[in-house]
């Protein structure tokens, strides 16, 4: 380390101290290598070529662009489609090559539908039909009116007016009891009841409910009763999934099988309709029980689970999540050191005036930081993207000029403790300026807050931009994000996906930061730890 520069004793033991450190110096390295693969994300993730060779020449847009009329010979000079003209029948007619990353998809590219493979089945989904009905009731528990209710009665709409509702049904006492509250104009909750038949208790009964009453300017006529048919746990209910060979069954299969003949073959014929065109949802009548019947092909659907060819799935809008993951690191990882070093740096430079020259200029430095630091900095970046718009440069400034409080305080300390130090004196006995003896006496040994703070600081910024993106105030579409990856899980909850790898990559990325602050601490205390076993 010293052919170089000439390295201060003391900062060569610490090094030598955190690399002893394993759990510090692996983070340190794991985060490195990280850092470095996002910096060449272009050569990882993208869906432009790493290299082309076309009708004896070599092409590499990865670096440099070409027109689409150097490969298509169209006249154009737009971007070309690389993997458009890989499948043309000019480009595959010769000897040409064409080289792609190992993960040919750009973070803003839309995947193509038609490239994802999927089994071409076609699914049958059966619901029990439940019959609801209406009627109101009069004062004697007599019908007055109804709307779908007589198919309960066994009877036909016209005879049902009139009929008393207690030579059909056996009614409880609680229903009884909020109907007459109701007649009497008295507020009633909603609540529900199970009716039973009269002389025919095998037979399925109904479940009555009545709505919340409130009370009006005089009682009403009739009350409202609806009934529902009620659910049979015996009744089949589920779906089977056919694939083109039509011997293929899957799902549900005593359904399938309690279904005659030709009930199949007529669903067979459905199903393979419907991999061409829509099918009307169908109804069947199974067991003594009416059954509708949707005929569904699968399709594709964003966001979709991960496969073959995207190994973390795809977005919301149809991205590859694995390409964005790899680009939003990159994010992440550039936003925490910018911020950090501009903050740090903003910081740096109050503290160390106010330390130095303490005094009034303390004073007055500390209570407009207070008062600075209880502005709301949320509200204020609210503000400034209505007016400025949303941009990686705004985010980095609103942030650092906020950011900057904590460190000054450590600054200012050590700025304080060492100001009255003889090394110092002696300094201004000599009649130095004031610049060289914060930059090149205190300073350098007032680095210590800053490179222990460092680490956490960064974990800090990388978690504080997720969080931004996360609430929409962040960097803006469609840049990626692991932020945004996570409020796309917000809206697609079953997609398990896109809470789970953003998470891990989050959570991963902030543990190793830790790791390595809490070695560098470890490095600069001259105490020596002391474990007790």
Known sequence: MGHFIDWNPITIKRWRRF?????????????????ALSLGAELLCNNEPLYVRF??????????????????????????????????????????????????????EIIDPRSIATDDAVTLVFQPRLNTGTFNL?????????????????????????????NVWSLPQEMQTAIARRFRNEAAPSCSFVLSR??????????????????????????????????????????????????????????????????????????????????APQSLVIRDRTYEVEILKSGIHWPHKPGSGHWMGIDNSGRDVLSRMVYGLRTSMTFGFLLVGLSMALGTFLGALQGYFGGKVDITGQRLTEIWSALPFLYVMILLGAVYGRGFVLLLVCYAIFNWIGISYYIRAEFLRLRRLP??????????????IVFRHILPNAMVPIITFFPFYLVGAIGSLAALDYLGFGIPPPAASWGELLQQAQQFRWAWWLILYPSVALFSVMLLGVFVGEGIRDAYDPRPQIRIE
């Open 198 to 279: 009269i002389g025919s208790r095998d037979l399925p009964g109904a479940e009555a409910s009545l709505s919340e009453f409130t009370p009006r300017s005089s009682p009403p006529l009739t009350v409202r009763v609806t009934l529902r048919e009620p659910s049979d746990p015996n009744s089949l209910a589920g779906s089977i999934a056919l694939y083109p060979d039509a011997g293929t069954i899957t799902g549900d299969l005593p359904l399938w099988k309690a279904l005659d003949a030709a009930t199949r073959s007529n669903l067979t014929l459905l199903a393979a309709r419907c991999r061409t065109e829509p099918v």
């Open 138 to 166: 009069q004062p004697d528990l007599t019908v007055a009116r109804s709307a779908g209710a007589a198919g309960f009665f066994g009877l036909e709409a016209e005879t049902l007016r009139d009929r008393p509702l207690t």
């Open 55 to 108: 009708e004896g020449r070599s092409y590499f847009p990865v670096f440099r662009f070409y027109p689409e009329d150097v490969f298509l010979k169209n006249g154009k000079a737009t971007r070309p489609d690389y993997k458009q003209i890989a499948r043309s029948p000019a480009f595959t007619a010769t000897s040409n090559v064409i080289l792609f990353p190992p993960v040919p998809f750009g973070p803003n």
């Open 19 to 35: 690399r002893r450190l394993r759990r510090a110096w692996v983070s340190f390295w794991i985060l490195i290598v990280l850092y």
């Open 423 to 436: 090394f110092v004196e002696a300094a201004k006995a000599m009649g130095l300026p004031h610049r060289k």
